[in-house]
Every structure is written in C-alpha cells, then in structure tokens.
C-alpha cells in the first residue's frame, strides 16, 4: 500500500483549521435585539451629547447675539449639522421661530415647548428626539434639537425608505413602537425616560461584513478539502480516466450534501444568496447565484481534469491498465 504523503496531512490540517475558525466565527455574529438595542442606545447618546453641545454653544451666543445673526455667524458650523449628524436646531422667542439650522424637518414646535424637555416626536414624514433647552429669564428663549431616529413615508422607492437612521446600526425589518410594551427592547435618551422599542421578526440578526469574512475563510476551507481530496485519490487511483470520474462523482456527493443541508450557513447569509436581490429557481443545484457561481467553478475544474488527461489513448486501452 502506497504511503500518504505528508503534505496530504498538512492540507487536510490547515483546511480543517479554517473551517473550525470560520464556524466559531460565524457563531459570534448572532446578535439578538436585546444587543442590537444597547448599540443603538450608545450611538443615540453620542447624538445627543453632540444636539446638547450645539445647544449649549447657541444659548451662550445668545447673550451677546441676536437670533438674526446667528445665521450669519454660524454658518456652515451648524448649518451642515442634520445633513451631517441627522440634527437639527432651532431657537424660539416666545411662539416665534427666530432661527433654524435646516429647514427639512421644518414644523411649528412651539406647540411641544411646554411639554417634557425630552420626548419622541413624529413630524410631517419621521420620527425625532426632540430635546428642549431653556436660556435664562432674562433673554427668555427656547431651544430645541431634533435628532432624526427614522423617516415614516407614505410611498417608498429606491431613494426614500423608511429605515433607521444609518448610524443607528439597526438592520432592515426592524420595527419601531411606541408606547413601549417591553423595556428590554427600548432605546433610552441619555437625559429622560425611554423613547422606543425595537422590534424585530427575525430573530438574531448576522453582520453582514462579518459574514462576508465567514465565507471568505469557508472558501479557503473547501478549496483546501478539495486539494487534499484530489491528492489522496491521485495517490490511490493511477488511472486517469478512473481518477476523473471518481473525482467527478466525489464533487457531486459532496455538492448535493452542501445544497441539501445548506451548509455552510454562512454562504446562505451572504447576498449572492439573496433571493431579494438576485431571486431564484426551483432547480435544486442552481437555486441561487452562489450555487451556480460554486458549481460552475467545480465544473471548470473538472473539465480542465478532463482536457489533461492524455490523448491518443483510447478508454478501452486504459480500462485494460485496471
């Protein structure tokens, strides 16, 4: 019996390394909505201490300024800041607004003045953190910041939809309620009492850059187990045409196991298995354009085993080296 060579073990080794690393991986990008929720809670309060700092610079402009000027003397400081940073600020003498950093999310908020300094709102087409701050008596003014958490529109396309803001980190499908039904799911403001639940159908939700990084070391792993496939059958079957369709039959076991399991995950998480973007069929090897992408790679190599194989010998010549 021929002996194995050592660098069969070694690949077999590294391959069985990359896909215990890649599985192990995959297992840390679960995250449920209770982990999802504290994210979006730190990064809210990051906005918040950036909507307090504009408002603290605005009050103390104000004892030296009038609201007038302030368009002049902070423009493209804050003028930028909800295109930015998603916040807007205004500043009210009585029930007059006398000055707007933006006016997309442009309503009266005069109306929600004498209400909590710090609440959830929904206005014309969204949902804001509205926070409100009052000068002292003597000038007398109101200043409020709009942080926009998620736009509502009635009709959405490919430019308007109605996801959370982007630096929320909170995936598609994800809901937001008010009243609050279950505290663990709620977004709380750094200043006042919680604004928002989160709610989500579909479980636990994978990073899609880690995924990617999954199934690129998974890759790794399947082109190793294949290399050390192809040198363990080399090494037992020195006929050509026998090693081939061996070889050949091996890869279809192999694929049919992978497509009938969907293993690995991680591939069926990616987005060239997103029947959302690239939709599907109902043949079971080429459902998807991960599948055909992967088995049109094996049949390549296949057909390239097949073109090696030396010519001018007839295959019945070579059935009689058996």
Known sequence: ??????????????????????YFLSQSNNYTTKELVAVAEQRLHAKEDIAKSHLD???????ETKPNDLFVKYNGIISDLFKNEGIAVYVYSNDS????????????????????????IKIRNGWYEYIKQKTDEK??????????IK?????????????F???????????????????????????????????????????????TYVCFIYIIACMLFLWALFLLLKTKIQ????????????????????IYFKVPTAFYN???YDAKIFANASSFYFSYLGDVLINSAVIFLIAALIYKVPKGVSIQNKFLQL
């Open 165 to 211: 803001s982007k630096w929320l980190q909170l995936p598609e499908n994800t809901k937001l309620i008010t009243p609050i039904n279950y505290l663990d799911h709620a977004v709380k403001s750094k200043f006042g009492p919680p604004l928002f639940e989160v709610y989500r159908e579909d479980g636990l939700f994978k990073s899609k850059s880690s995924n």
């Open 97 to 120: 607004l006398c000055y707007w950093s933006d006016n997309q999310p442009a309503v009266d908020l005069f109306a929600y003045t004498n209400e909590t300094d710090v609440q959830l």
């Open 1 to 22: 019996m021929k002996k194995l060579p050592f660098k069969l073990y070694v690949i077999f080794s590294c391959g069985l390394l990359c896909a215990l690393f890649s």
């Open 270 to 272: 990616a987005s060239l």
């Open 151 to 163: 736009p509502e529109y009635d009709f959405e396309n490919r430019y308007l939809n109605n996801k």
């Open 239 to 258: 006929n050509d045409i026998v090693f081939v369709v061996t070889f050949s039959a091996a890869c279809l076991v192999i694929r049919s196991l992978m």
């Open 57 to 63: 610079l605005i009050s103390n402009a104000l004892r």
């Open 139 to 148: 000038l007398n003014y109101t200043l409020v910041a709009l942080i926009s």
